[in-house]
């Protein structure tokens, strides 16, 4: 192949990885804006979603579009609800303050994860897509499929700022966000609102898992690197700004694509890390606010 | 003070002990040296995190860096052991003043993040690099190279006596720092910062300091670990040699010279336990993790001085 | 001649903008030796920030503070607080894990050990707290704590100590106490204090300043101050 046509492939691959990827950033960004909580466990709802919908697939048999229209439907319920869950057994008591609630992410990390391979098993495990069209775009042919996940992820995402900007929800998510306290005394239910946050932010990054998943196959480690790639995301898309978060997911995702297919995948990492670091240190209170001691 | 001080010797005394009357079997004498590098490593972690109160998310990466200095070094410039250990040193103390001098721009989660990355860029340039580095698989140092004054070190007893000086070493550091001038500013802007600021201190350079300390114990336990037990690999350098540490020194109480060795004893017997059952063994440290945030945030030791022992270091 | 002499700190159109809002506007402030001077003003008015610009925890927008007959418009914090700026919190601002005797100890530097003793018994005697000293500061009752603080600048000895409110939340015989205090600690050392209960104001300050809206609308004694009719209506402004 040439290079013209090779750096179309390149980019549409990492279109795709940009997709899911602003999924994923996103749920992270919303769960920081609303309750100013680092979440190490992210990346591994994502991979719960994952397993889940193989689970999903694996029981239903025949046409695999059946248990691919099952598990959208199904596994950011399934999901959500674990966060939820954990948000009210474990993050609540610990009354989100920033330190210990970024230990806590790490234990649930390690017990999601760990949980994982005992019931999952540590083999990654494949997904059939529910359709299988080839789009030949003349020099080289490309699964429809991964068209698919683009237009559902931007699907989804004008729906989730319809959301944000339009219904009364999506008031008080901005409200909390703006200022909990005054929030809190204009009758929020603050403590019920972080609940669903959490929920909800998880659930937005199993949406991106069963979409990756027909693509990626399932395994109990895949949470590690998007919750990499989503901490960048955010961090240069600026927090809690969902046009910020879905920019930089298309930069980072893209250039994360390109660098990997042009020269390693290490390299990638290691140059968009830098990036954060350099981001952070240059704006050292601009992202996560100061906190107080 | 003299208590305390006697507390500690005797609990050094205590593992001299167990050696030299050959309670320990085989096996446990095994685990207990590797313990002991741990449990440095867990002091110089609680340096920064349990007198100073900043909370790393990296600290594989000092870890790493004194094993790959000195594991590299031996590998593949013949290094003996003493000039390996210098080099170490050396190294880590200079990457722990680079990514300190970086990393106090930050504050708060921030500096969680910005530590946790730097660590990851270490992992991922030991991958990258691996003609030099043998990446995941590692190398092996080999045993004519664990020669130190025509000592041995892979001889258990040898090398459970050196597991047991470099901790000593280590914990005397921190029970010294801890009842200095200098310990007790490190507490003071653990408590408040912004108070011992306006105490006229210069918070910044104190964080700096605490940093390079805490860095430069943690990479000569690294490097003490890969001299005694021959493997240098990836996996010290990924995240969850930064999670131990942290974990080790919130178990066995922070801020205290005892916790980190009395929580890495009780983790690795706990992950090795563990790991007998299931493959899953890590969920130990995820429940570990929760459990003590939820309901023990002193630790052991901390519980110990907040209820009984006033006097504890 | 002796004028020039006799002033410990003196600013120079001391600003200091935060995003839209000016906090701090071309102040001109001057404070003498041995004075007791209050900062008053109305909630909002910029005394914190005013005094947070001359301790340096707050970097000033433009503008510059003479220390002493020196700049010190750019030292940092700690160089300021070395050449002889003590500062107290507005808010209680103890290491409550340390001990009454540690937390004073911390506010001495450079001393031999025995002279640094005697200094912690020295002003913990002063405030009343000798008898607490080995307690956790965290135990204590709320104006305990505040006479820790007062203790801790006390130790210090600065030529200049900053005091943010220090009566808030006493009573009226913990008040009284304090002024006591106050009228000591200005034989050795000049006192800017900030204060919202114009009783004591008026019984220990020297010199009234008042700030609003980040300007300095008068300045005198405390007749001239309760008969200005712009300071009047800064307040009463303020309760509509
Ligand atoms: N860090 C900050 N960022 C933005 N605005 C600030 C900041 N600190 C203070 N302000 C604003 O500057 C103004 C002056 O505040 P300041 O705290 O100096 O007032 P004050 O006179 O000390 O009031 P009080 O009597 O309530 O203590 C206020 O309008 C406040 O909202
Ligand atoms: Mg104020």
Redesign the interface.
Known sequence: MELGPYLLFASLEGLVHAAVLSLIALGLSLVFGVMRIVNVAHGEFFMLGAIITWWVSSFVSGNPAIGFLLALLVVPIIVGMTAVLSDWLILRHLKYDPEATIIATIGILYIIQQFALMTFGPDAKPVEQPFNIRLDLYWFGFSAYKFFVIFSAIILLLAIWLVMSKTKFGLILRATQLDSETAQAFGIPISRVYNIVFGLGAAIAAVGAVLIVPIQQAHYLMGGEPLLLAFIVVIIGGLGSLKGTVAAAILIGMSDGIISVFFSPNIAKILATLLVVVVLIIKPNGLFGTTKT | MRKDIILHLSALLFLFLLEILGIFSEYHQGNFARILVLAAYGVGYNILFGYTGLLSLGHALFFSAGLYASGLSIYHLDYNIEQSLFLAICISALISLIIGFLALRTIGVSFMIVTLMFSQIAYLSILYFGSITRGDEGFVIQQSSRVFLSMDLSNPKIRYYSALLIFSLCMLINLWIAKSPFGRVLVAIRENSDRALMLGYNVKLYKLFSIIISGTISGLAGACYGILFGYVGASFAAVSYSIFPLLWVLIGGAGTVLGPLIGAIFMFYLIDYASDITDAYMIIVGVALLFVTLFARRGIIGELRFRYYKWIS | MDILNDELLYTENLSKNFQGITAVDKVNFKINKNEIRALIGPNGAGKTTFVSLL?G?IRASKGKVFFNGSDISNL???KR??SGIG???QIT??????TVY?NV???I?NRRDKEKRSIIFEVLNKVGLLDRVSQRSGDLSYGHQRLLELA?GMA?RPKLLILDEPTQGLSDLEIENFKKLIKDFSKTMTVLLIEHNMDVVMSIADKITVLHFGKIISEGDKHSIQSDPLVQKAYLGDQC
């Open positions: 301790c925890r940092p914090v700690y607080i070395s500062y107290t919190f601002a103890i290491f409550s894990n340390l540690e100890a911390l506010s530097k801790m210090q």
